[in-house]
């Protein structure tokens, strides 16, 4: 079974920038599509990004032109790069991996979750 660990959150003020990576325990991630969520607290988790097993990407409106997400699959990793944070940023982030090659907004559909990572925007 997949196991997927994020890392890279922490306390920034409103627009410095944070890397979360996430790591896979197997390198069949490298076939299947990621993505990004994330949950701000009272609130519902809420898609940022998602990237194909070919590497093409979508942002939600509210963090497109700020967050950039890649995959390295030699590493079975993926990242968020996240500049320019504000305080709506703030929220437990969460990588995820569906074991079906194509690509989803629907969270789901996304088979295997990491344990989340926080971010906290304040100043």
């Known amino acids: 079974q997949v196991q997927l660990v994020e890392s890279g959150g922490g306390l920034v003020q409103p627009g410095g920038s944070l890397r979360l990576s996430c790591a896979a325990s197997?390198?069949?991630?490298?076939?299947?599509?990621m993505a990004w969520y994330r949950q701000a607290p009272g609130k519902q988790r809420e898609l940022v990004a998602t990237?194909?097993?070919?590497?093409?990407?979508n942002y939600a409106d509210s963090v497109k032109g700020r967050f950039t997400i890649s995959r390295d699959n030699a590493k079975n990793t993926v990242s968020l790069q996240m500049n320019s944070l504000k305080p709506e940023d703030t929220a437990v982030y969460y990588c995820a991996v569906r074991s079906v090659n194509i690509v989803t907004t629907r969270e789901g559909l996304y088979d295997y979750w990491g344990q989340g990572t926080q971010v906290t925007v304040s100043s």
């Open positions: 197997t390198s069949i991630f490298s076939g299947y599509p």
């Open positions: 990237i194909t097993s070919g590497g093409s990407t």
